[in-house]
């Protein structure tokens, strides 16, 4: 009987539910809620009393760090010249028993003409040095030496001697003022005094509880005289990360947080220790009530308030009298739905209608959902009704945020490169009642400003009547195209470095052709030298009393036109490798020296003279130096070439560096008959020349090199004779990163 009930009951309409469910919502909760407000009250109680019991802790703890205390400034006054090794073992006992003391330091005073015989003394004593220093805390955090002040009360004890903590000893105090305040407070009152809580130079925070000594049992109401009647201050470092374990909180749900009663509660420079409750229930912050405990602490030195804070959350909701609960108004759910059965079978040929039309809308959904295309659907309001997949993660929005919304407020459209105004597609959708394509460059503009470029349209929807029910926004993020298009343009840009590269391969393998004669004859010649001073050793050593200082210094002679010849073709090799493209710091100075030697056999046998004149300290470009050793080699190869008819007395080239508008330019100028007009007009188009048995590519490499690295080749004819040709390059960054371009993305 029971089951048939409920096989019954889940066969119910959707009134009849409703009905069952308004039911339920009303006694459940209600017995809930009374259930839940005894307990709240009971758990109110309970934490007063554990706020009361953390408040005796504290109390005690505070006590402790006075008792500490006036049981040091005891001794002192007992045995006024008590030493280090006096107070130890009573320092070493009271640590121990009190964990959140963190050390225990002693402050003497030391008038300025005292400092040098105080600091010899402590070094003596300490057998380390010693120096009365000050410390920044509030700029660089450094050490430095204590200006001149009238006395200072530097550490010169600490217990224990904790290593991390070290350079704190010769600190004086008085010069920072977060200590000074508290250290005139306690010479002025001869009670002691707290400084506002700090971080430690070891890690934490900490605070500093002092209590001057002076040499006398009843110090003087004078200023002056008070503070000149001081001996020293003892202090104690309070580790206010010790103060309070996360174990002595009596619950999981509380938090503690003790502070300077001249602070506010949250101001992190008055904070003296926060423990925060592990459980700390945030999340029920508006449906649970917050328990809050606030209590000024009764020492007069360290005047501190307590504040402890419970955020209830589900513990109050017991479980097993919540099931009961459920089990009660559930069993009336049932007998509810045994009575409305009949009623729910009345209704099974509407639900069957509804299940199709569900899963007509249904397939409808997964339909839009697979395409690729965003979509989105408004009503006659332009608010947004429907939006698939696509169209949320375009819009970086979610349906259920979206919907309801004006189209304007979730897809904003930018018209980029627009010279006029542009009338909303929307707008002009439902005026003309026709499909609208989005205009051209229409970007989709996101929350960080991001831009999507998208194209697609606006059609209209109508309804049974033929009026306009509404529109519908299709659209394509068109980034992907862009990206690929890009990719292949990076491709190609790839492809025409690596061919400019090898064109320049070849045409300097095509200059050291035609400066073969040349070469040989550079390299011939220390070979020849080579020769003649091994023979000469032959002949000394066939001698009967060999000269064994001729020999040796003809050797020497030898070695270094080997060198030299080594040299030569060091040069040739590293001019005539096929390498990639590369950027690095060039000195066009040395550049120009490089051509000169390479080229020195073509000038002489051309007898051509070479004037150089290179600016000093010539700072460095960024380029390919073996690229631009081209292009300078070219152009003074054509300079030669140009004067093959001029007298030998005129053939004069002349080579320049200067420094204009922080470029750095080079320029080479002949002495020939100059270019023509009809030359220059083509000077540097591909394959033309004007030589006989010439490429027509050193001119077209040699522009191309020069424009790679942002300058420009011009050609001009001088107002004397001769053609000029220069180029100029940007000086190098200093903090520049060398690239090599040949495989650059």
Not at 249 to 254: A, D, V
Not at 322 to 333: K, P, V
Not at 458 to 480: I, W
Request: hydrophobic content about 40%.
């Amino acid at each position: 009987m029971l089951f048939t009930s409920i096989r019954h009951a889940l066969t119910l309409s959707k009134r009849v539910w409703f009905f069952i469910v308004i039911t339920w919502l009303i006694l459940f909760p209600l017995i809930l809620c009374i259930q839940v407000s005894s307990e709240i009250n009971a758990q109110r109680q309970e934490f007063e009393q554990q706020s009361e019991s953390l408040y005796e802790i504290i109390r005690q703890r505070l006590d402790q760090n006075e008792a500490v205390l006036g049981g040091l400034d005891a001794l002192f006054n007992t045995f006024p010249h008590l030493e280090f090794d006096g107070i130890r073992g009573y320092s070493r006992d009271m640590l121990r028993r009190y964990p959140h003391i963190y050390t225990i330091e002693l402050q003497p005073r030391v008038d300025f003409a005292d400092v040098l015989r105080f600091e010899l003394l402590l070094s003596k004593k300490t057998k380390h040095p010693f120096h009365i220093k000050d410390f920044d805390f509030g700029g660089k955090r450094s050490w430095h030496t204590v200006g001149k002040r009238d006395f200072y009360f530097p550490i010169t004890f600490m217990e224990p001697p904790i290593e991390a903590a070290s350079p704190i000893l010769g600190l004086d105090v008085y010069s920072e003022p977060k200590f000074r305040i508290a250290l005139d407070a306690t010479i002025l009152s001869g009670k002691p005094s707290i400084s506002i809580p700090f971080d430690l130079l070891e890690g934490g925070r900490g605070y500093l509880i002092f209590k001057a000594i002076f040499n006398t049992l009843t110090p003087s109401n004078v200023k002056a005289e008070r503070y000149s009647q001081v001996t020293q201050v003892i202090s104690l470092l309070i580790h206010t990360n010790k103060f309070l374990s996360r174990d002595e909180l009596p619950s999981e749900f509380i938090s503690m947080s003790l502070h300077h009663k001249n602070f506010k509660s949250n101001d992190p420079n008055g904070i003296i220790d926060k423990v925060d409750a592990s459980n700390n229930n945030h999340q029920f912050a508006s449906v649970f009530p917050l328990f809050q405990f606030t209590r000024q602490l009764s020492s007069e030195s360290q005047p501190f308030v307590i504040e402890t804070d419970r955020q209830v959350g589900l513990e109050v909701i017991h479980p097993l009298p919540t099931l009961m609960t459920l089990g009660a108004t559930l069993a009336i759910l049932l007998l509810l739905a045994v009575i409305y059965h009949q009623r729910k079978m009345n209704l099974a040929s509407t639900k069957d209608a509804e299940d199709i039309l569900a899963q007509e809308k249904e397939n409808a959904l997964v339909t839009l959902h697979s395409i690729s295309d965003a979509v989105i659907s408004l009503d006659a309001d332009r608010r947004i009704r429907y939006m698939n997949l696509v169209a949320e993660t375009s819009t970086r929005t979610t349906l259920n945020d979206a919907v309801g919304r004006l189209v304007e407020e979730v897809v904003i459209l930018h018209y980029e490169l627009s010279q006029s105004l542009i009338v909303s597609p929307f707008t002009q959708c439902m005026e003309s009642l026709k499909v609208v394509d989005l205009p051209e460059n229409s970007a989709l503009v996101l929350d960080n400003h991001l831009r999507i470029l998208v194209e697609g349209s606006v059609s209209p929807l109508f309804g049974t009547k033929n009026e306009l029910a509404g529109v519908v926004l299709v659209f394509r993020d068109m980034g992907p195209i862009r990206r690929k298009a890009l990719e292949a343009a990076d491709a190609s840009d790839q492809r025409l470095r690596q061919h400019q590269s090898d064109l320049a391969h070849v045409v300097r393998l095509n200059t050291m052709g035609e400066m073969a004669a040349g070469i040989a004859h550079e390299i011939n010649q220390p070979l020849a030298t080579i020769l003649s001073y091994n023979q000469a050793c032959i002949r000394l050593l066939q001698e009967k009393e060999p000269d064994a200082p001729t020999i040796i210094n003809a050797m020497h002679s030898a070695a270094a036109q080997s060198k030299r010849a080594g040299k030569i073709i060091a040069r040739l090799r590293a001019f005539v490798s096929k390498q990639s493209m590369r950027s690095a710091p060039v000195n066009i100075n040395q550049v120009v020296q490089n051509v000169l030697s390479l080229s020195d056999h073509t000038l002489k046998d051309s007898q051509v003279t070479v004037i150089v004149d290179l600016a000093k300290n010539l700072p460095s470009v960024t380029a390919d130096p073996i690229q631009i050793e081209q292009v300078v080699l070219n152009l003074v190869i054509n300079g030669i070439d140009a004067m093959r008819e001029v007298e030998i007395a005129d053939r004069i080239i002349r080579i320049l560096t200067t420094i204009e508008n922080d470029r750095v330019r080079i320029l080479i100028r002949d002495s020939g008959h100059g270019i023509p007009e009809y030359v220059m007009n083509h000077l540097f188009d591909p394959f033309f020349t004007t030589k006989k048995d010439g490429m027509g590519l050193g001119l077209t490499i040699s522009y191309s090199i020069v424009e790679t690295y942002g300058g420009t080749l011009k050609a001009t004819n001088h107002r004397e004779s001769g053609a000029e040709f220069s180029f100029s390059l940007a000086i190098r960054d200093p903090n520049a990163v060398d690239l090599d371009l040949s495989e650059r993305e």
